[in-house]
DNA sequence: CTGTTAGCGCGTTCAA
DNA sequence: TTGAACGCGCTAACAG
């Protein structure tokens, strides 16, 4: 059974436990043949060393709580996949937490009260494990300041944010230019934009982006393209026929989501507009089905797994006491399928 | 600072560590009073027991280790999800290893020698954190008998199996029956399918379903409406053509997956002809694409949320010395959509 | 330089 | 209700 410890060793190998610790450890010059046979019982009797003694004593666990609000939402299998390809590296552990917010409250993000008790409950939990710090991966981009406390234990948020501690997000400004950027190098200039819910922290920093590229590439300007729509693909489905009906119809259309974007393209089916031919559009996130759709969906990715490795990273940089460095957000990534075409004229 | 320990307590409210223990674990009767001075002083100082400590002493760590294939495969997260949902009902906590099967090496499940490094190297940390089980999620269902040892550390598989431990596996014979009954109810009969790779268990499962099924309901056998695809889209579409444009075209087709059914769209497409109202279709799966693309597509949903909840509480069973009663298999649930058409004769 | 002894970290639990 | 041993590994202090 695995009630093997140190003492086994040390018996078996004739030495002090001592010596077995330094020579697991190395801290400490044992001589090579003693420390040999200590190395050969080990394999022996495939002896590893009880975490929870080892954690007691050095007062740090090597492991960090994630504390993910939906392993389900999309974005969060991909950030944790990052932070593994991190940990790993760095011999760290994690302990996840999945507050499973989606299912128990829904998007109703803005109703912090509903679910703070979820995440206090899991920072607790947290600390009494004796984690070393903690990744936050939310579901949603949003300020979360003064959702709980972590009691002086380091904390880095990403995909949101606080107004105190280190958050890693990819740059929304960015992206949305550089996508507009794509369209005019294609020969668009009456570009449309659908934004996503408007007090959304993303949908301000593309829509500022976007008219920074209007700006940038000398393009109309048409308040009548801008449209707030709420990230669902009803809202897509019926301002893209807005504008689309419009006396001045845009000859492509930015959508801050893909599944907006299957809305638009729900819109040009129905009024018998081919595209990419007669309308280009691009969306964004990157969706497992925008790949599926037809015709598919060009569309700008997040930097997912990078946020996840970054997030990490600034952790351990954290608890080394090192200063973090706030380097340059991740940036999203155009993915070009099917849905844009170079305008003719 | 974080290093309020039992004996702070203990001080604070004149008492032993030991009753401070008491009343925290309500081991023992501790006088009212004594009982809420203690509580009023572990409120005072935030206190929270240092889990290393206790699992040193306790020899169980209320944690379990969850080793996922890949959390980026589609199937992963909700069954994560299902565990997670479990855990908390009992208070047992998940340290997450992410073996990341599928950006290291790819799809090459056979080989594997490729992995099995990977996989006992998750094992023997788990092992070190004196995790008191664990559940390992497959990427693809699969035998993996004799994969790495546990050292009598209780296991259970989910969406793979091995040929000694419990493992929680849908029903496969029953997904593919039903969904055949479903569409002679919609007064189909010239019945079509195509599998998954062939050497997979989920194919040969599903392929005995459709055969239950041809005959229970008197169908029509064509060993020409059974072809052997490989999951992949490419297979669907060049297989769905072959059907569609043989002398004895079937009126609906059940594809393994609904990538594949994706494939048979465009092969329908291409040939002209209308889904569902020539063509029926059924995926599997309930991949998120298979709500976006047009018709949407009818599909088996795989009961992972209730795979995963099971796979804990069997882990749970076990770890209590109980029985794991194999229960009836979780069943897959048809989510009807726009691919499936009654039949019009 | 190599090896040993002994006390510690923190909570649990038995004997008193 | 309490004192003290204990679980397991680490490490300071000490001895050879």
Redesign the pocket.
């Known amino acids: 059974m695995s009630?093997?410890?140190?003492?086994d060793i040390?018996a078996k190998a004739?030495?002090?436990?001592?010596?077995?610790?330094?020579v697991?450890?190395g801290?400490?010059?044992?001589?090579?043949?003693?420390?040999e046979r200590v190395e050969q019982v080990i394999e022996e009797m495939n002896?590893?060393?009880?975490n929870?003694?080892?954690s007691?004593?050095?007062?740090r666990t090597n492991t960090i709580g994630v504390i993910a609000e939906d392993v389900t939402v999309f974005n969060v299998p991909e950030i944790i996949d990052g932070i593994n390809d991190c940990a790993d590296r760095l011999d760290m552990h994690i302990l996840l937490t999945n507050l499973r917010l989606d299912k128990r409250i829904g998007r109703q993000f803005d109703q912090v009260d509903a679910y703070r008790k979820y995440a206090e409950d899991a920072v607790s939990e947290l600390l009494g494990k004796q984690v070393d710090g903690m990744i936050y991966i939310g579901a949603h981009p949003r300020d979360l300041t003064g959702l709980f406390d972590t009691e002086g234990k380091p904390i880095v948020y990403t995909y949101c944010y606080t107004q105190n501690d280190v958050s890693i997000q990819y740059d929304d400004e960015q992206a949305s230019f550089e996508a507009i950027s794509y369209l005019t190098n294609k020969g668009h200039s009456r570009i449309a934009i659908i934004s996503g819910a408007v007090d959304s922290m993303p949908s301000r920093l593309r829509l500022g982006g976007f008219y920074k590229a209007i700006t940038a590439f000398e393009l109309p300007f048409n308040p009548q393209w801008i449209k707030m729509g709420d990230w669902e693909a009803e809202s897509g489905y019926r301002l893209a026929k807005e504008l689309l009906e419009s006396p001045e119809p845009p000859t492509a259309i930015l959508a801050m989501n893909d599944v907006m974007a299957v809305g638009v393209m729900r819109a040009a089916k129905e009024l018998g507009i081919q595209i990419p031919d007669q309308l280009s559009i691009i969306g964004f996130d990157n969706r497992e089905f925008s790949e599926y759709v037809s015709p598919s969906i060009t569309t700008m990715d997040l930097p997912l797994h990078e946020m996840g490795y970054k997030a990490m990273e600034a952790l351990s940089h954290i608890l080394q006491g090192e200063q973090v460095e706030t380097g340059e957000k991740p940036v999203c990534k155009l993915i070009e399928r099917d849905s844009v075409a170079e305008l003719a004229n």
Chains 1, 2 share one sequence.
């Open positions: 009630t093997i410890s140190i003492k040390a004739q030495v002090s436990t001592a010596t077995v610790s330094y697991i450890n801290t400490r010059n044992v001589s090579r043949k003693t420390r002896y590893k060393p009880n929870a003694a080892q007691l004593k050095r007062r």
